[in-house]
């Protein structure tokens, strides 16, 4: 019997312990950007918590993280939270809205626990990037204005306003930008055409792709769209002259040379080939 009492008052310790240390938990949240220098302060946690900085050193303070690496350490003289390692939010949270380190902050004799939340703001450190940098496209000369060519997206791994906002194409006597969003959010670029292409004046175009976000300062990224313009048949053959004068006697036998006429065409490949001559019929 006295053994169960025994028991049952050390499980009621226990309890008011475990009770006691839950209530000692406190949430302290700072803010920083990302990308602070190793040693810059976070905050003055002793301060925050209403320790003694000086009797809080006895008390073996110590950063507890869930692995990986400790991204911030406390000053045992200052009781101050610290940069311990580079913070990079898009390798913390990708492309997250909301990005924070969590973590315990613990001191012994008597136990106590702090949970620590740490919010790391973006900065426009990343601008924005095209998969390649040279587009290319192939379009056919036959094309009508207003067609519309969908050109890579760029992306940024910030997010917000220090994230991609637009495009700029360099200045050209064929195509305009128009500017499109994608369902997942993103934005994309199509040049529009504005003036008909025309193969045998110009066979190929380099236009200029800028990708801008809303940083200040903006940071932005380029990409070539270098267009190939693909041959169509609108073009006829023409002759080297538009009359050939021929003298000949009239007891000239049958198959003699009498002129030889030549005729090109501008397109390309098969449409450029003159294939067949028709003998001009008897004039009387």
Request: hydrophobic letters at 35%; proline letters at 4%; a negative charge.
């Amino acid at each position: 019997m006295e053994y169960k009492v025994f028991g049952s008052c050390q499980v009621h310790c226990f309890i008011l312990s475990f009770v006691a240390v839950l209530g000692s938990l406190a949430d302290v949240r700072y803010s920083v950007p990302e990308e602070m220098k190793i040693g810059s302060l976070i905050g003055s946690l002793a301060q925050d918590l209403g320790l003694d900085s000086k009797k809080a050193a006895a008390r073996k303070p110590r950063i507890d993280f869930q692995g990986g690496k400790r991204y911030c350490d406390i000053s045992m003289d200052t009781g101050d939270l610290l940069v311990n390692e580079r913070i990079d939010r898009e390798e913390l949270c990708g492309q997250k809205a909301s990005c924070a380190l969590d973590f315990e902050f613990v001191l012994e004799n008597p136990l106590e626990l702090h949970r620590i939340v740490v919010e790391i703001q973006d900065i426009n450190d990343n601008a924005p990037k095209f998969p390649m940098d040279t587009i290319k496209l192939e379009i056919r000369e036959s094309a009508v204005k207003g067609t519309r060519f969908p050109v890579d997206e760029a992306h940024d791994s910030d997010i917000g306003i220090n994230s991609l906002q637009s495009y700029v194409l360099s200045s050209n006597d064929h195509f305009v930008l128009a500017v499109q969003s994608s369902p997942d959010g993103g934005k994309y670029g199509e040049i529009v055409l504005e003036t008909e292409l025309d193969r045998e004046k110009q066979h190929e175009l380099s236009l200029l792709l800028t990708a801008v976000d809303g940083g200040n300062p903006q940071k932005s990224g380029t990409a070539v769209i270098q267009v190939t313009v693909l041959d169509s048949n609108d073009n006829v053959p023409v002759f080297t002259q538009a009359v050939y004068k021929v003298s000949l006697t009239e007891n000239s036998p049958e198959d003699t040379f009498v002129v030889r006429v030549s005729a090109t065409d501008k397109d390309e490949g098969a449409n450029g080939e003159v294939l067949q001559w028709r003998k001009a019929q008897d004039v009387s």
